[in-house]
């Protein structure tokens, strides 16, 4: 059984892809503004393993128009003007394939948009539906390609008409058998003044943070407490808070951070809360360009957030830790917990693996009688981190 186990040990399992929204471990990054001075395309970025969800940037006028910009990425038009985004379209097919998340990001920090009502949002949420996700009309700018959701990345003060057009997606959402995906953008300080209604009424998934260009970054007055705070007393208590962090030091005018050790420090203190959802970085074109010790920076913020649980495998007693530090399953909520993906089978196996590490050691050692220590330890971490179905099957046969 020895030379089985050390056969099985050594086997290359290909990763099963899928997207899991109650992880604290994902990348969110931005695409389409090129802020480093160029970008590569959209399914380059996807093609690494480093992230999870892209947020294409930007919608940046509505409603009366809308209007796009992915500067170089797009410059062919439909009659009315709104871009024609063949490429894109294509790129965002690839990406969801390869399991990342690809959601439409309004807003931004220029451009000409601001909701009047709740008539009008409720007007714009069609608008939206049928143009860039499970609707139809004349015109959509990817084609066939449906985005998995919507981002508010609004900074112009105005909060009118964002809850009714939140409620009015989800309804649209609750039609289709397709998980979508609500998020939001909010500046560090406590309640923003864009999207805190939106924050404290709608039901959203992820608000990625922006801890930079303001007073409250991570190195000065870090108040991700508050945050924290609102997370685990709003209503929406399954929403996943992002740490958002400039990509390099010309991403941004403060808040980018060099210091690995400081990162990894913060990620293992915040990481605590199960409201905790990963990493957010300004953006694709910035974290992949800019390089540190031989590798991108998005690279070495994957590898930080992959150290969350790590510590605890050391110490059975400390993986044991609250209910809610292992994400709550439903927080995708109930429109994005329709679909039957990959995500949420992967949400279960990585729970089941987590709550079964000590009983697969008991069976292992009971089966094995004479197996060393060092070859159950591998057994046990290779059950707590696998990420394949093969893995899991072979594992279950000790």
Same mark, same amino acid.
């Given at each position: 059984?020895?030379?089985?186990?050390?056969?099985?040990? +050594?086997?290359? !399992?290909?990763? *099963? %892809?899928? %997207?899991?929204?109650?992880? &604290?471990?994902? *990348?969110?990054?931005?695409?389409?503004?090129?802020?480093?001075?160029?970008?590569?395309?959209?399914?380059?970025?996807?093609?690494?393993?480093?992230?999870? !969800?892209?947020?294409?940037?930007?919608?940046?006028? %509505?409603?009366?128009?809308?209007?796009?910009?992915?500067?170089?990425?797009?410059?062919?038009?439909?009659?009315?003007?709104?871009?024609?985004?063949?490429?894109?379209?294509?790129?965002?097919?690839?990406?969801?394939?390869?399991?990342?998340?690809?959601?439409?990001?309004?807003?931004?920090?220029?451009?000409?948009?601001?909701?009047?009502?709740?008539?009008?949002?409720?007007?714009?949420?069609?608008?939206?539906?049928?143009?860039?996700?499970? +609707?139809?009309?004349?015109?959509?700018?990817?084609?066939?390609?449906?985005?998995?959701?919507?981002?508010?990345?609004?900074?112009?003060?105005?909060?009118?008409?964002?809850?009714?057009?939140?409620?009015?997606?989800?309804?649209?959402?609750?039609?289709?058998?397709? @998980?979508?995906?609500?998020?939001?953008?909010?500046?560090?300080? %406590?309640?923003?003044?864009?999207?805190?209604?939106?924050?404290?009424?709608?039901? !959203?998934?992820?608000?990625?943070?922006?801890?930079?260009?303001?007073?409250?970054?991570?190195?000065?007055?870090?108040?991700?407490?508050?945050?924290?705070?609102?997370?685990?007393?709003? @209503?929406?208590?399954?929403?996943?808070?992002?740490?958002?962090?400039?990509?390099?030091?010309?991403?941004?005018?403060?808040?980018?951070?060099?210091?690995?050790?400081? !990162?990894?420090?913060? *990620?293992?203190?915040?990481?605590?809360?199960?409201?905790?959802?990963?990493?957010?970085?300004?953006?694709? @074109?910035?974290?992949?360009?800019?390089?540190?010790?031989?590798?991108?920076?998005?690279?070495?913020? $994957?590898?930080?957030?992959?150290?969350?649980?790590?510590?605890?495998?050391?110490?059975?007693?400390?993986?044991?830790?609250?209910?809610?530090? &292992?994400?709550?399953?439903?927080?995708?909520?109930?429109?994005?917990?329709?679909?039957?993906?990959?995500?949420?089978?992967? @949400?279960?196996?990585?729970?089941?693996?987590?709550?079964?590490?000590?009983?697969?050691?008991?069976?292992?050692?009971?089966?094995?009688?004479?197996?060393?220590?060092?070859?159950?330890? $591998?057994?046990?971490?290779? &059950?707590?981190?696998?990420?394949?179905? *093969?893995?899991?099957?072979?594992?279950?046969?000790?």
């Amino acid at each position: 059984m020895l030379s089985l186990l050390i056969t099985i040990l +050594g086997l290359e !399992i290909a990763p *099963v %892809f899928g %997207f899991d929204a109650s992880s &604290k471990k994902n *990348v969110a990054v931005y695409w389409g503004q090129a802020s480093a001075g160029s970008q590569e395309s959209l399914a380059s970025y996807c093609q690494s393993s480093d992230i999870d !969800i892209i947020l294409l940037s930007f919608l940046h006028s %509505f409603p009366q128009k809308v209007g796009l910009d992915f500067t170089s990425s797009c410059t062919s038009s439909f009659p009315s003007g709104l871009l024609h985004c063949d490429q894109i379209g294509e790129d965002i097919k690839t990406c969801q394939n390869l399991g990342k998340k690809v959601l439409l990001s309004m807003g931004g920090s220029a451009g000409s948009y601001g909701l009047s009502d709740d008539t009008q949002a409720q007007e714009f949420a069609d608008t939206l539906w049928n143009t860039f996700a499970g +609707g139809s009309t004349l015109e959509r700018p990817f084609n066939d390609a449906i985005v998995d959701g919507f981002d508010f990345d609004i900074e112009n003060q105005n909060s009118a008409g964002y809850v009714a057009l939140a409620a009015k997606l989800r309804e649209l959402f609750s039609s289709s058998t397709k @998980s979508y995906y609500l998020s939001a953008a909010p500046q560090c300080f %406590f309640p923003d003044a864009s999207v805190g209604d939106l924050l404290k009424s709608a039901y !959203i998934d992820f608000a990625f943070i922006q801890f930079y260009n303001n007073h409250c970054n991570v190195d000065r007055q870090f108040n991700w407490d508050t945050w924290a705070k609102f997370a685990s007393s709003t @209503s929406n208590k399954n929403i996943k808070l992002y740490l958002g962090l400039p990509g390099s030091p010309s991403a941004a005018a403060s808040g980018y951070i060099s210091n690995m050790t400081k !990162i990894q420090s913060t *990620v293992d203190l915040i990481s605590r809360s199960g409201n905790f959802g990963g990493l957010m970085l300004w953006d694709a @074109s910035q974290s992949f360009s800019n390089q540190v010790d031989g590798n991108s920076y998005a690279a070495h913020m $994957k590898e930080i957030l992959n150290t969350i649980g790590t510590k605890a495998l050391k110490d059975p007693e400390s993986s044991k830790g609250p209910e809610s530090s &292992k994400g709550p399953e439903s927080s995708k909520g109930p429109e994005s917990s329709k679909g039957p993906e990959s995500s949420s089978v992967q @949400s279960r196996t990585s729970t089941t693996l987590s709550r079964n590490t000590d009983a697969s050691a008991t069976q292992v050692s009971t089966s094995g009688g004479s197996l060393s220590t060092s070859v159950l330890t $591998k057994i046990i971490r290779l &059950k707590t981190r696998a990420k394949s179905s *093969v893995a899991v099957k072979v594992l279950k046969w000790f």
